[in-house]
Structure formats: C-alpha cells, structure tokens
C-alpha cells in the first residue's frame, strides 16, 4: 500500500491457482478496512499466467462489480501486462468488468501506467527495490 499515493499495488508473481487468485480478491474486498475508492496498481510482469481460466476471470469481475458498487470516487486500475497473454487476459477481464464503475486500463509499460495515474515516474523502482531490502509497505 501506497497511502501517501491513494495507491493499492498488487504484485502477481509466478503462478497462481485460479481458486487462490479469486479467493484473495474476495478476501480483499470483503474486508472493511479496504477503501474501495483507492487507486490499483496491478503488476503482472513477473506472472506466469497460462494456468489463468477466463471462467475465473468472469468469476472476478462479476464479483467486483458488486463489491465496488458504491466506490465514490470510482478507483482507478492500471494494469501492467508486457508479456502477450497476460496483457490478453488483462483485455478479456476488462472486457468482463465493462460494468465494473472504475477507470480499468491495460498498458505494456510501467511509466505509461504510472503517468496515467497520476504518479511519480520512479514509484515502482522504489517499491521494487523497498521489496529487495525486505521493506514492504
């Protein structure tokens, strides 16, 4: 978390099973604590997603859609998929989440990203390098 920034990051690395992928985001958004207006950085540079099911990915958004129906503001969702099927995918969900009441886009570059949320052009250098030295917030 970014809050200085209004900023949630999610780092997916490796693989994940389509029943953790979907459980994490129902655990997120059913926690009170979660502000449904903050803006979501979703880095998908360094995920393996050829095990992703679109059938989640519906799942997902049907799911979202609910939880985010009262955000005010609508958060922004800048997705960050380089690799062709993760950006693929990032597509198809958008795609599902079309009802969805936020800003969701799906970039290949991480400056392009952070300049459409409005952020710092090194933010993800320095978020990448506080995980290195085991200082994540």
Known sequence: MKPEHSLAIMVHRGTTPD????AFYKSLYKTDSVDTSTNLFVDLRNADSRQRSTEVLHQCAEFIQVALADATPPPKVAVVAPKDLSFGLAR???AFADSVPWDFVVFR???AALAWLG???DLM???DK???RGNQK
């Not at 029943?19 to 979907?22: A, G, S, V, Y």
């Open 19 to 22: 029943d953790e992928f979907l």
């Open 92 to 94: 198809m969900y958008e």
């Open 109 to 111: 570059d991480v400056d």
């Open 119 to 121: 952020l710092p052009g």
């Open 125 to 127: 250098d320095r978020y």
């Open 130 to 132: 506080d995980i290195q």
